[in-house]
């Protein structure tokens, strides 16, 4: 079930908002089994094989969750259990993930015949399980209490909001807040609003990005202009950001109607003037995670070798990579982010307080070729296209279908580029927020990007997720 689809806004988050409120408002016990049930359900509606994936999962960590706190004392045990307890999670995103992957790399390198399993990924799978994990060190950490009910660590786990593309949510941030958290009418107001702006960046603007990206991209090299590959990498640049900041923008605001907040995913990365400070900004979540969970417990930037450093930002962005998918393109795509940010570190590029148009234009340009790699089949298809990018084959310096394409989504294009940067969220710092005039437009505002939401989505248009696929 898409939060950008007809039956989630009309039926389902109706529904729930309304019982969590009246039927189950008096007992938070019920409150946060309710809210587990219809997550569940949530996922099934999609996954309903799957949704056992996801039970085990939880309850396993449970499991672990206990052990780990009743093996405090003892941190050869307590040690033990946190690596059964890596092998465990890691073990189930390899094999719906990675097996078949693995499998067909081994029987090109070594010639051998294997027969190759078709194996369907769970959704979310990478989301939850980096949550599952989370539980565990945290509580082996003292970052939070152990929770002695299964049904707590599923709610964590698998909250409706963020489990099928995050915010990738740490334990130690919503801890209090599963028992403890406190609802208000501000903030179910303040939720909507931050779903509705979250709902308008995904169907009226990524949604028309990816038309014109996914027809450049689909397009052969012989018929690719350099325009077109130019405008395909531009609004694929665009769709991705508002696909997957408008889906965290969505899952905050729905937390934060039941009470819970979760922490910023994307803070403006595409105003960035090093690669360092663009994974500052985009998917904070993730990049934090691997900063707290692999990079800082290997010893990150505090080893006196620099080639260990190196070694430690290499194994992370492999992984930052990998995580994203099972391909080459993927992996080449963390290790071009490794290359980059190892070179800015070496000569101290993200600390030049001159030059910041030049050291922009690099940023983006390298964060456009690296989306390129990115959304690209192959490795072999993605060096054609950017060669197409800067020397024109047979298809020309620019040809009709880029010519139309600019004309007919100018507009998204122009909104695209000024709402990648911080210029709403100033407008909105500096208006009267006080006066009845402001909040009436505000509210006016919000009515328009619903109504012109759903009339996208009554007339069908085209609405997939990217973050989905990992």
Known sequence: MLFSSLVFMTCFLPAVLFLYYTVFRFNRIVQNVFLLIVSLGFYAWGEPKFVFVLIGSFLMNWGFGLLVAKYKTEPLRAKITIAIML?????????????????????????????????????????????????????????????????????????????????????????????DRKESFEDVSQGVCRFLVGLAKKVLLANNFALVADKAFNMGSDELSMGMAWLGAICYTLQIYYDFSGYSDMAIGLGRMFGFKFPENFNYPYISKSTTEFWRRWHISLGSWFRDYVYIPMGGSRVKSTGRIYFNLFVVWSLTGLWHGANWTFICWGLLYFVSLSIEKTFGIDK????????????????????????????????????????????????????????????????????????????KRRRIAKTKLSKALYVIVMIGLFLACISYLVKGAYNPFIYFNF
């Open 87 to 179: 092998i465990f999670n890691i073990s189930i995103i390899f094999v719906f993930k990675y097996l078949m992957f693995t499998m067909k790399n081994i029987k090109q390198l070594f010639d051998v015949n294997l027969d190759i399993p078709t194996i369907l990924l769970p959704i979310g799978i990478s989301f939850f399980t980096f949550q599952a994990i989370s539980y565990v060190i945290d509580i082996y950490r003292g970052h939070g209490e152990v929770q002695r009910n299964p049904l707590n660590v599923g709610l964590y786990i698998a909250f409706f909001p963020q489990l099928v593309a995050g915010p990738i949510v740490r334990y130690e941030t919503i801890a209090d807040q599963i028992m």
């Open 352 to 427: 030049i307080q001159h030059h910041r148009v030049f050291l922009h234009l690099y940023t983006m340009l390298l964060v456009i070729l690296g989306w390129v790699l990115f959304r690209s089949e192959n490795i072999t298809d993605a060096f054609i296209y950017m060669k197409t990018m800067f020397i024109p084959g047979t298809g020309g310096i620019i040809d009709p279908n880029a010519i139309v394409c600019t004309s007919e989504y100018l507009v998204f294009l122009i909104f695209g580029i000024i709402f990648s940067t911080p210029i709403a969220k100033e407008i």
